[in-house]
């Protein structure tokens, strides 16, 4: 594939913060966008107007019922598989939600892609399938894979199909392991968490875990252009790429960038523990050298990309007002 | 566990060539031993008779339905699912066969450990998950694991699941990485084909692949107590060891030493391509010093395992006539 063909490419989970940024750069390449989104986390606001975008159509269905959607991958030239539980901690309240909108989602997406001979897979893991890493920044071909939260079990399980799938049907696949991905939209994740709990209560901002957990973040716009860029310049049968930053940003950190932008008076409150919530991945660090070595450099360092994210989230919660 | 304590042992898979001899050995060592087998490649007399062994029973089930065989896990102490699509190449013909028989399996039997909260998880997976590697002997550190068969993904899936179980809930997980595993009772792999084979025209003898194919292969006996050994002395969260033996073995050799014992008279034809059917990954053998610094060791090399293998399979043949 080069991303600039004309081939119709269906992006699933299309109408999510990440889903709906890549739906802009693809269209804005001059590829039609088939969307299927079940809109659970997605919103159809995120992506632009149906009627002003000829190119764009969305079908709301859900990734696990092919039989809804099957028909939108006649003739694509490449599947982009983004649809799951977003919520690592949901999933750790309950296997089976990660199992059935992770692993069994994906093999259906497959089996959809294989049956329609669609000839790219490009799909989005995590830095989780690493579990608790021994070397850091940990390169793509660390191990073992042990992850530790049943997210990061069912993004392994859709590593080996796609791999799996690749190899017996030469459908090239695409495995973007990401750091934590943070920009405009997000319905999830530790700065929409925080500014939630400060409208609940602007007194105080809890803070799982004892603050010290040490990631890395990435805006949504170097993630989706760092995925672009893998697409256009490599073709292996699978293609494994980390996506994140050089540097972390810990939790507390990130407490009190929030805390001073939503006014500076809220007591911050430790819940203790090294992990924010069971299967939490306390230091996370990705080598990103293998795509860099394409072409593609993050623009926002992890704290370039928390500042921005909560000037977005101050100005849009201002804004709404 | 300690393997000789009182409380039952679950097996599922326990009326298959490997899980009946574990079976034995388990109820050798004084436990009482539900097996949990559909009997799709299991066979009851591969067990002990159960009016003759009070401690064994055989509850007929798939592991798919929890609801058919859950309550033989209630006051288990350990859970060993070795219960799986045992024929790689059926999978390649169909993704869905391994990932019900595999995935969708082995979370369900995850599942049931659970809410029955038994201690210990024991999977048996496969040298599959590593895909075709690029470091022999294969430690089990390697990465990426990027496995080429439905049957490695579906393996993959399960260690993934097995970790996230171990993490979220405290089940101590064991992860068995198995060369081939060859002995008696065996009713697929390369042995039993190639008797087969000659069984329908003993004039020729057609191998899959160039016949160069390089792969470990370890007796029944040793696998068993190789994981017997690692549950004894081992007791980390998630626990992955190796199964394999030092040396490897062509299809060639096999193909001529079955030729040889089958009278010498057939033609060995090769189809063709260094890999026998899509999927194969022609080159295996495990790095196994993982497990021997807790004292085990393979008593039959490869080429000493497949002889035995053979001389069984010729005397169960002329026994039969």
């Known amino acids: 594939m080069s991303s600039h063909d004309s081939a119709p490419v269906v992006v699933t989970g299309g109408a ?12 804005a390449r001059g590829s039609t966008v088939r969307v299927i989104d079940n809109l659970s986390s997605g919103r159809r606001e995120h992506l632009p107007s149906l009627s002003g975008e000829p190119r764009l159509s969305l079908t709301v269905a859900d990734v696990r019922e ?5 028909e939108k991958f006649r003739g694509a030239s490449a599947v982009w598989h983004l649809a799951a539980n977003t919520d690592i901690r949901l999933g750790s309240a309950d296997p089976r939600v990660d199992f059935d909108h992770g692993t069994f989602a ?27 890493p021994s070397v850091l920044p940990t390169p793509e071909d660390y191990g073992p894979l042990l992850p530790e939260s049943f ?30 991905i943070i920009g405009p939209g997000m319905t999830h994740g530790v700065i929409y968490d925080f500014f939630e709990k400060l409208r609940q209560d602007p007194a105080r901002l809890e803070v799982l875990g004892d603050g010290n957990q040490s990631k890395s973040y990435l805006r949504t716009e170097d993630c989706v252009e760092g995925m672009l860029v893998a697409a ?35 007591r911050i409150e430790y819940t203790g523990g090294s992990r924010g919530w069971p299967g939490d991945v306390p230091v996370q660090l990705l080598a990103v050298d293998k795509l860099e070595r394409l072409g593609w450099h993050p623009r926002f360092s992890s704290a370039a990309a928390v500042d921005r994210t909560i000037e977005e989230t101050v100005r849009a919660r201002d804004a709404a007002r």
């Open 16 to 27: 999510g913060a990440v889903g709906s940024y890549l739906v802009r750069e693809l269209l």
């Open 106 to 132: 994906t093999f259906e997406a497959l089996e959809t892609a294989r049956r329609h001979d669609v000839p790219r897979f490009l799909f989005t893991s995590s830095s989780v399938v690493y579990g608790y």
């Open 151 to 180: 997210y990061g079990a069912a993004k392994l399980a859709a590593e080996g199909m796609c791999s799996a799938f690749a190899h017996a049907y030469g459908i090239r696949a695409y495995l973007f392991r990401f750091a934590n």
């Open 232 to 266: 256009d310049r490599t073709s292996d049968p699978v293609n494994v790429f980390n996506l994140g930053t050089h540097d972390r940003i810990t939790a507390r950190e990130i407490a009190e960038k929030v805390v001073a932008a939503h006014g500076g008076r809220a």
């Open 66 to 70: 092919p039989a809804s959607y099957a």
